[in-house]
């Protein structure tokens, strides 16, 4: 499996963004897409999941509200709607997937490359 994630770039504080994370398979009914992102410096730490065949998301406080998770099953594809962007969400965000319903790194066993976006204020 792998996954292709895109759609980061520069955007001003107060922008919007979408990112996108095709997936090469299909993804099983059971499966967890989930963001990461990681700032420089820091660990990567958890943005948003969504479980594959319901439309339970879950998401870190510093961007409820303002992110939005969701996926298109017929492009084997998930998405993050950030809005109201702030230089603080500068950072590389990757997609993932796994089985378990978790905001752990170590739950998650498929990567996508990253895709870097940068808030200026």
């Known amino acids: 499996v792998q996954l292709q994630a895109s759609g980061g770039g520069l955007v001003l504080s107060g922008g919007s963004l979408r990112l996108s994370c095709a997936a090469s398979n299909r993804i099983f009914s059971s499966a967890v897409m989930a963001w990461f992102r990681q700032a420089p410096g820091k660990e990567r730490e958890f943005v948003a999941l969504?479980?594959?065949?319901?439309?339970?998301?879950l998401y870190a406080d510093s961007v409820k509200g303002r992110f939005t998770i969701s996926r298109d099953s017929a492009k084997n594809t998930v998405y993050l709607q950030m809005n109201s962007l702030k230089p603080e969400d500068t950072a590389v965000y990757y997609c993932?997937?796994?089985?378990?319903?978790?905001?752990?790194?170590?739950?998650?066993?498929?990567w996508g490359q990253g895709t870097q976006v940068t808030v200026s204020s």
């Open positions: 993932a997937r796994g089985a378990q319903w978790s905001r752990q790194t170590n739950e998650y066993f498929y």
């Open positions: 969504t479980r594959w065949s319901r439309d339970a998301t």
